[in-house]
């Protein structure tokens, strides 16, 4: 099999939806761009499928595509993949579970039920989501990089 290409146009249908336009000219509706590595790698490798699934194209790296180009496919990004990241957590109704979040995000404030300890992951050092009841993810990138107060909250937690 061989590679898909990586000469291709983006364009957007009248209702939003990605369109990619293949080195032969052939039109791929309701395309959708995918991660590789969304945690570990967020800029590395990734693919734009077609609405069954099959690679259309694959990215190396989003900095080698046309300003243009990236631009639609950070959209299409942003559009599929909802991962807040948690930067302090303002305070904790409990800290027995559940509990209800007080927080900060790049999103905004944000309000959310923790089910219980296990709702926190590890991944890495310093690297951690949190599901809220609702099974929306929060990303912790930098456990150190927070504020005192949101580490010592935490703390109480893991």
């Known amino acids: 099999m061989s590679a898909p290409n990586t000469v291709f146009d983006l364009q957007r249908d009248a209702f939003g939806r990605l369109i990619l336009i293949d ?5 791929h509706e309701g395309v959708v761009a995918v991660r590789a590595f969304p ?28 300003p243009a180009q990236r631009e639609q496919v950070e959209q299409a990004l942003e559009q599929r993949e909802f991962m807040p990241v948690l930067q302090r957590l303002i305070g904790v109704s409990s800290f027995g579970t559940p509990s209800t979040w007080d927080v900060q995000t790049d999103r905004g404030a944000a309000r959310f039920v923790l089910k219980g300890e296990e709702d926190i992951r590890r991944l890495g050092p310093g690297l951690l989501f949190v599901n809220d009841a609702h099974g929306v993810q929060y990303l912790i990138r930098d456990l150190q990089a927070m504020d005192k107060h949101s580490r010592k909250l935490l703390d109480r937690f893991l």
């Open 23 to 27: 080195a032969e000219g052939q039109r």
């Open 39 to 66: 945690i570990a790698a967020p800029d590395e490798g990734v693919s734009l499928v077609d609405g069954d699934g099959h690679e259309l194209a694959w990215i190396e790296r989003l900095s080698a595509l046309a």
